[in-house]
């Protein structure tokens, strides 16, 4: 079955660059159609799309963030990696991965349970 | 970038009621769009899409509608376990967008 799980930092230092890896199984980011997506949600606040990053590694950034977000794949590893660079309290949130099949009209319908990343000195 | 909003924010329901959700993109994004439930502490679950179409093992008490700008979300009965926040969000156009969410609460 198709899972996902986020990892990285709990707590990262203002300023500093966070760097958050999907691990995945269930599916390959090799097989035409898969997609992976990184989503966010502060404490209380809606979901935010981030980053999305294509089975033939074609990428699509949120305007606001897109300066400061990478998104890269390793298909070996079945893992897809986020980095934000210049983080600040106000990115203190929930972030997700998620996958998009091609099964389910473009929409996200597989979700990691998110981590929770706390921005503070 | 397409603007998502819903309507109404919350909405106090009891089990059994009929609850309809109401989502306007800014832009026409054809039938391109999915409905997201989500309780407290858990990722969102894809509920429906491509407006219309439910995802496996979703019960057919939730129903979807619409097209170009304005989409709705029909839980035809409520159950007491529908008791969550929805999300619509755009699949037209990158970069993807939520609506704001709908909370619904007894």
């Known amino acids: 079955q198709v899972t996902l799980r986020e990892s990285g930092p709990a707590l990262v230092k203002p300023t500093q660059t966070l760097t958050l890896t999907c691990t995945f199984s269930?599916?390959?980011?090799?097989?035409?159609?898969?997609?992976v997506s990184w989503i966010r949600q502060p404490p209380g606040k809606a979901l935010e799309w981030l980053a999305r990053?294509?089975?033939?590694?074609?990428?699509r950034y949120s305007t606001s963030l897109k300066t400061r977000l990478t998104i890269s794949k390793d298909t070996a590893k079945n893992q897809v990696v986020l980095t934000m660079t210049n983080m600040d309290p106000v990115d203190t949130a929930t972030y997700f991965c998620?996958?998009?099949?091609?099964?389910?009209?473009?929409?996200?319908?597989?979700w990691g349970q998110g981590t929770l990343v706390t921005v503070s000195s | 970038d397409i603007q998502m909003t819903q309507s109404p924010s919350s909405v106090s329901a009891s089990v059994g009621d009929r609850v309809t959700i109401t989502c306007r993109a800014s832009?026409?994004?054809?039938?391109?769009l999915a409905w997201y439930q989500q309780k407290p502490g858990k990722a969102p679950k894809l509920l429906i899409y491509?407006?219309?179409t439910l995802q496996s093992g979703v019960p057919s008490r939730f129903s979807g509608s619409g097209s170009g700008t304005d989409f709705t979300l029909t839980i035809s009965s409520l159950q007491p376990e529908d008791f969550a926040t929805y999300y619509c969000?755009?699949?037209?156009?990158?970069?993807?967008?939520f609506g704001q969410g709908t909370k619904v609460e007894i």
């Open positions: 998620a996958r998009m099949g091609g099964y389910s009209g473009f929409a996200e319908d597989y």
């Open positions: 269930g599916f390959s980011l090799s097989t035409s159609g898969m997609c």
């Open positions: 990053i294509d089975w033939d590694d074609y990428k």
């Open positions: 832009q026409r994004i054809g039938s391109w």
């Open positions: 491509a407006a219309s």
């Open positions: 969000q755009q699949a037209n156009t990158f970069p993807r967008t």
